[in-house]
């Protein structure tokens, strides 16, 4: 089982705003969480989650079909900055056909104990990525490159959340590694470093896809590819 201490809700959060020097609040208010967020690279669901207060029902609603391929990351991260700015842009305009989304339902295997790993795939799945889309976008966009069953042995408790995992869920998630070593307590792999600006880019795409279908990814996927043939 995970053996790092899971702190309360309050001192989780209060380690985060202690990383990019902001006063902790708590109960935490909208105005705290919309700060918090802006300095520390998470999204405001991603601290509903470390403050134990559920996200929006909406936050749920997706194509479990869909999210983040491997060839849509890749494509992303091979592009220059103007061609991920576009398919950025082309994501945000794409909204998903009504009826098409349904509540995530976690499987049996992804109801976690309470812990930092589970924290992180909790906010993955909030990205659309499962153990598999996880790892797959971990290996393109960190080098840290694991098997399905290693992501969800993190979740689950089983294999302790280590260094070198760390920096991979960073890169995932598009936030500093300095930030998720103070909120877990572990410490930086030797090779952790800012993530180069495909890396965020990437992260951000793979958040504002989240509520796309599966055949909409796929025509992101084409528009990408023909963005790195210009």
């Not at 991603?46 to 494509?75: C, H």
């Not at 056909?97 to 109801?111: A, I, M, N, S």
């Not at 796309?212 to 963005?227: F, I, N, P, R």
């Amino acid at each position: 089982m995970e053996t790092l201490p899971y702190p309360e809700p309050d001192v989780r959060l209060a380690r985060l705003a202690g990383a990019v020097g902001l006063p902790a609040v708590w109960p935490p208010t909208e105005e705290f969480l919309g700060g918090l967020a802006q300095r520390t690279g998470l999204r405001a669901h991603d601290l509903l989650l470390v403050a134990d207060i559920p996200p929006p029902e909406t936050a749920w609603f997706m194509d479990e079909t869909a999210g983040a391929s491997s060839s849509l990351v890749a494509r992303s991260l091979a592009l220059p900055s103007s061609g991920r700015r576009l398919l950025r842009t082309r994501a945000r305009s794409l909204t998903a056909p009504t009826g098409t989304l349904t509540p995530w339902q976690p499987r049996p295997y992804e109801q976690y104990p309470p812990g930092f790993g589970s924290l992180l795939l909790r906010m993955l799945a909030l990205r659309n990525l499962n153990w598999s889309g996880t790892a797959k976008a971990m290996c393109l966009m960190s080098g840290v490159c694991k098997a399905a069953s290693t992501i969800g042995a993190v979740g689950r408790g089983a294999k302790p959340l280590d260094g070198e995992m760390l920096d991979g869920f960073a890169a995932t998630l598009g936030v500093p590694v300095a930030v998720l070593a103070e909120l877990t307590g572990v410490r930086p792999s030797a090779d952790g470093r800012e993530h180069p600006p495909e890396v965020l880019d990437t992260a951000a795409l793979i958040w504002e896809i989240r509520h796309l279908t599966w055949d909409q990814e796929g025509e992101l996927t084409v528009y990408a590819e023909e963005l790195g043939k210009d």
